[in-house]
T-cell receptor
Framework: GESVGLHLPTLSVQEGDNSIINCAYSNSASDYFIWYKQESGKGPQFIIDIRSNMDKRQGQRVTVLLNKTVKHLSLQIAATQPGDSAVYFCAEASKAAGNKLTFGGGTRVLVKP | DGGITQSPKYLFRKEGQNVTLSCEQNLNHDAMYWYRQDPGQGLRLIYYSQIVNDFQKGDIAEGYSVSREKKESFPLTVTSAQKNPTAFYLC???????????FGDGTRLSIL
């Protein structure tokens, strides 16, 4: 999701439930996508990436889904834990744009105990 | 441990002053980047470097300068020409432009 100034979209989720964070992108030429997690006062931490020749990729407790038809990316976190509370950013890149990453505005995830 | 080190963590600048933010990596990465992050927003690219002695402007390069004299180091200077420098500055590196970027923990710059 995109943010407007200080008001990040926020996803509240109960501990133990699954979380789904969505990201829309506009560049149909984008061929590389990354999800980052950022905790307060720290730099973004790499979670998982996916290239455009795939539509799904799984990591430990995380799954990224890519729908190129509607230019949509999602991050699913299984069994959400308090340590998952953070801001999550998607980023996209394309060879045509020199492989530079373009970041979305971020989504804040709050895990309720 | 391998990683990216940014210093200082907090930096204060007086009006009209240039300040330099340090970024060092020991990951043997060729590419390095500088981003600016404003409150509640995503990251915007200031400058990037694919290889030693080479760098390119990003989306918001005005008022900033960089150098890449060593593979490990990519310092960013915020000049007096940058009229709104207060922000969180993040440095990143990657093996090349087509690989995931790994970030330092940032420098928060404020104006006195």
């Amino acid at each position: 999701g995109e943010s407007v100034g200080l008001h990040l979209p926020t996803l509240s989720v109960q501990e133990g439930d699954n979380s789904i964070i969505n990201c829309a992108y506009s560049n149909s030429a984008s061929d590389y996508f990354i999800w980052y997690k950022q905790e307060s006062g720290k730099g973004p931490q790499f979670i998982i990436d996916i290239r455009s020749n795939m539509d799904k990729r799984q990591g430990q407790r995380v799954t990224v889904l890519l729908n190129k038809t509607v230019k949509h990316l999602s991050l699913q976190i299984a069994a959400t834990q308090p340590g998952d509370s953070a801001v999550y950013f998607c980023a996209e890149a394309s060879k045509a744009a020199g492989n530079k990453l373009t970041f979305g505005g971020g989504t804040r995830v709050l895990v309720k105990p | 441990d391998g990683g990216i080190t940014q210093s200082p963590k907090y930096l204060f600048r007086k009006e009209g002053q240039n300040v330099t933010l340090s970024c060092e990596q020991n990951l043997n990465h060729d590419a390095m980047y500088w981003y600016r992050q404003d409150p509640g927003q995503g990251l915007r690219l200031i400058y990037y470097s694919q290889i030693v002695n080479d760098f390119q402007k990003g989306d918001i390069a005005e008022g900033y300068s960089v150098s890449r004299e060593k593979k490990e180091s990519f310092p960013l200077t915020v000049t007096s020409a940058q009229k709104n420098p207060t922000a969180f500055y993040l440095c990143a590196s990657s093996r090349n432009l087509n690989q995931p970027q790994h970030f330092g923990d940032g420098t928060r710059l404020s104006i006195l």
